[in-house]
């Protein structure tokens, strides 16, 4: 059996085992390829093995896998940041688009987004590490951007995606994850039509299940480190875990 399928089976039971654990259904549970830096080879031995969909951060290297893999019903998630000037081939090229955080982009999706194709499923990216991440919008401002991407005809909001800080404190971890479930729990009271709730990666997906993910996004668990990431995950991790105690 190839690596990548026995890495997909091991990681549907982390899900599994963990969704168990919260007392929910697995089925509620879906999981997110990311395959940033990977070859689209790897992308087309995990289709195989029967993962539909992935998520790529960055715009060029997802358009060139998606030309090679053209053949296959994949369903692209975008996650890395998106630019105002690279709106147009997103909303062309991809099925959801996680890492809304301004209007301006919303807007240019939403007029972009061909005719012929469904609205384009959105999440918003929340910041809830405060000055420890540039990314996402802040907690305060989430309502108001909500409200006018719900109001956007071409684009269909789904909920929202957060990135903490890494940490290997379990209940750190916990936290950060409950309170974009109850940020979105609040925009559900306010009338908004929520089902997706993106958080969780290889490390910390148990804690983002009990916190109730509906999308967990795992890279390196399903195709081994990054490039990048090998040496930077031993250099960095102490430090990154004291700049998330600094700034929790
Ligand atoms: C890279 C990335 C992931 C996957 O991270 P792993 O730790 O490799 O599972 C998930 N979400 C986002 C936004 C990413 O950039």
Not at 27 to 34: D, F, G, S
Not at 86 to 111: G, I, N, P
Request: glycine share 6%; aromatic share 4%; charged share 25%.
């Amino acid at each position: 059996m190839g690596a990548i399928r026995a890495n997909l089976q091991a990681v549907t039971l982390r899900v599994a085992r963990a969704a168990q654990a919260a007392g929910r259904d697995p089925q509620t549970v879906r999981l997110l390829a990311v395959s940033k830096t990977h070859p689209a080879a790897f992308v087309d031995e995990a289709y195989h093995a029967g993962q539909v969909a992935f998520g790529e951060n960055y715009v060029q290297e997802a358009l060139a896998k998606m030309t090679a893999l053209a053949q296959l019903p994949i369903e692209w998630h975008l996650i890395g940041p998106l630019q105002s000037n690279k709106t147009r081939v997103v909303a062309e090229r991809f099925a959801w688009v996680q890492s809304v955080e301004s209007e301006r982009v919303a807007r240019r999706l939403d007029a972009q987004r061909p005719a012929a194709l469904p609205p384009l499923n959105v999440l918003l990216q929340v910041n809830i590490s405060g000055e420890a991440s540039k990314s996402g919008v802040a907690p305060e401002a989430l309502p108001g951007l909500a409200r006018a991407v719900a109001a956007m005809p071409r684009l269909r909001l789904r909920g929202l995606m957060a990135i903490p800080e890494p940490t290997r404190d379990a209940g750190l971890q916990r936290a950060r994850f409950r309170a974009v479930r109850e940020l979105a729990d609040r925009l559900r009271a306010d009338g908004l039509d929520l089902d997706t709730l993106s958080l969780g990666m290889s490390d910390d997906l148990e804690a983002a299940i009990a916190e109730g993910a509906t999308l967990v996004r795992i890279g390196t668990a399903i195709f081994g480190l990054r490039k990048d990431a090998a040496a930077a995950s031993q250099a960095g991790e102490r430090d990154r875990d004291h700049a998330a105690e600094i700034h929790s």
